[in-house]
């Protein structure tokens, strides 16, 4: 399904609309309301059509005995269960202990006071910061003052956690 916006911002009246896509005749029907209007083709470039790549296929829950389909590795209900059960018998306490609820609301506050990557924005890019990351981890001495917080996107922060090693270090 795709929208298609018609009319303008100066008319003040934007409409959406969806089309299907239909892949035995590769075009696409624009639907209004309740009736479909004629099939018509997408151009792209020069005669060629638009095809839309179809989402991946749903995998079955990992948790045993469950029928659901997801696209994660469990299904919303399990996938709160599962976390429950890990912060409860895999992660350090100390680690839970850190990252309690003051840590969410400091964590919320500093996300929206900057809300994207800093080093990206170095690189010249706009990407929204979704994680805080320790400049020096709290295991080592650090805070959760403003000066020891950095706001960075989750390719950034696994890149980071990769070149100190001390994510995936043998325990």
């Keep these: 399904m795709r929208r298609v916006w018609s009319g303008s911002p100066e008319q003040g ?15 696409r029907s624009l639907n209004r309301g309740n009736t479909t209007a004629e099939t018509h083709i997408i151009p792209r470039n020069k005669g060629s059509r638009k095809r839309l790549m179809p989402y991946r296929p ?9 029928p659901n389909l997801t696209y994660g590795r469990f299904c919303p209900l399990h996938e709160q269960q599962e976390t429950l059960r890990y912060n409860r018998f895999q992660r350090d306490p100390e680690t839970s202990e850190r990252y309690g609820k003051d840590w969410r609301r400091i964590r919320k506050a500093y996300l929206s006071d900057h809300p994207f990557c800093e080093v990206c924005r170095k690189e010249g890019k706009a990407t929204v910061a979704t994680m805080v990351h320790h400049i020096r981890p709290l295991r080592e001495g ?3 003052d403003e000066e020891n917080l950095m706001a960075l996107c989750k390719a950034c922060h696994s890149r980071l956690h990769a070149q100190r090693g001390d994510r995936w270090h043998d325990r």
Excluded: E, V, W
Excluded at 59 to 64: D, L, Y
């Design 58 to 66: 749903k995998r079955p829950c990992s948790h045993p005995g469950c």
């Design 142 to 144: 650090g805070t959760n």
């Design 13 to 27: 009246k934007p409409i959406c609309r969806s089309t299907q896509f239909s892949p035995a005749s590769g075009k």
